[in-house]
């Protein structure tokens, strides 16, 4: 019986070891006509000990996969169905459906309604509205201490990200993204936020070196920083203080660098950027520095149907056929 026991309690904190110390995820995206099955992708995480997952939809088949996975995961709205989630009944509707009726086998941790919606957009005017319709309906759910509601922004709201500490969110975004901090301030969530170093060294070659963007730049920046990823996360630490949101953490939804298809984007350059990375949000940065920084990698495959720069169907971690294009450990 002391053996059943014990093994039992091995079983008990291995899982949650498992999930509690991993502080890396993989986003999981879907726009490609040679993947595998959903089933395949789950089982390809755990095979590989990636304990978070994001979404960008609630794909039913990813959903059943996922059950009784152990794999935390942030659901996503698509920006296409902002609009309808302005309605409380469809808001309530959607999380019944997608949400709560897996919610006893699957571990949601964050709905990030909507992504990269730029201010001056259409969508804008609809984000907060459903996230006020989708919190409703969590609460409602009695699912609002497991499930977080917020959205995912870009870096770009944030102006003067240089030196960090001048940060402040730009003048054509803040309408947009004050009453949203407000509120994620009212809610205790986390804000979303896509932080993309090799976009940042793309479009400033002259100022942004190459291995301040990768981490292998040897000592610090006048600023104090050793790396481009943890100033841009500072930079939107620094504007959320000015907005009055010091409290409010940033869960770094995406971030990944392309193997193929542009300036600087190379297997080794790209192998180099995830493996320092991994290791990297295991601490802080300078303005935080008590870590994990909450981290999911894009993308978990490339993903051959994806619209613009040919770049952006080379941020895989995996081939289609489900081999590691880079040696790396996720937990």
């Known amino acids: 019986m002391f053996a059943v026991l014990l093994f039992i309690g091995i079983l ?109 957009a259409n969508e804008a005017q609809y984000v907060l509205p459903a996230m006020r319709n989708i919190q409703n309906a969590i609460s409602s759910a009695n699912l609002q201490d497991q499930i977080k509601v917020s959205t995912a922004i870009k870096s770009s709201l944030v102006a003067n990200p240089y030196p960090p500490n001048n940060g402040v969110f730009s003048d054509s975004a803040s309408g947009f993204i004050k009453p949203i901090v407000d509120f994620l301030v009212s809610n205790r969530a986390p804000l979303l936020a896509n932080l993309y170093p090799y976009f940042s060294h793309v479009e400033n070659q002259q100022t942004v070196p190459l291995n301040y963007a990768l981490f292998t730049q040897q000592g610090t920046n006048d600023a104090g920083y050793q790396n481009l990823f943890d100033a841009l996360l500072d930079s939107l630490y620094a504007a959320l203080e000015k907005a009055g949101a010091s409290n409010v953490n940033v869960v ?9 298809g542009g300036v600087a984007a190379s297997v080794d350059n790209a192998g180099t950027y995830y493996r320092n990375l991994i290791n990297h949000v295991k601490g802080g940065t300078p303005k935080r520095p ?28 995996f081939r289609p056929d489900k081999s ?7 937990n």
């Not at 755990?46 to 995961?73: F, H, V, W």
Request: negative net charge; contains cysteine; hydrophobic residues 30%.
């Open 252 to 260: 770094v939804s995406e971030s990944g660098w392309p193997s193929d």
């Open 12 to 120: 008990y904190f291995s899982e949650v070891e498992f999930t509690a110390a991993q502080s890396v995820g993989v986003c999981y995206g879907r726009n490609g006509d040679n993947l595998p099955t959903q089933q395949e992708t789950v089982d390809l995480y755990k095979s590989n000990g990636i304990g978070r997952m994001r979404i960008y939809d609630p794909d039913e088949r990813s959903l059943q996969a996922l059950k009784g996975s152990n794999i935390e995961l942030i659901l996503g709205v698509s920006n296409d169905k902002l609009q309808s989630l302005n309605d409380a009944g469809a808001a309530t509707d959607w999380v019944n459906t997608n949400v709560k009726a897996y919610s006893s086998d699957v571990k949601f941790k964050y709905i990030a309604v909507g992504n990269e919606v730029e201010p001056n």
């Open 290 to 317: 008590n870590g994990p920084i909450e981290t999911y990698l894009f993308a978990m495959f490339d993903e051959n149907r994806k619209d613009g720069d040919e770049t952006e169907k080379h941020f895989g971690l």
């Open 324 to 330: 590691p294009k880079y040696q790396l450990s996720y």
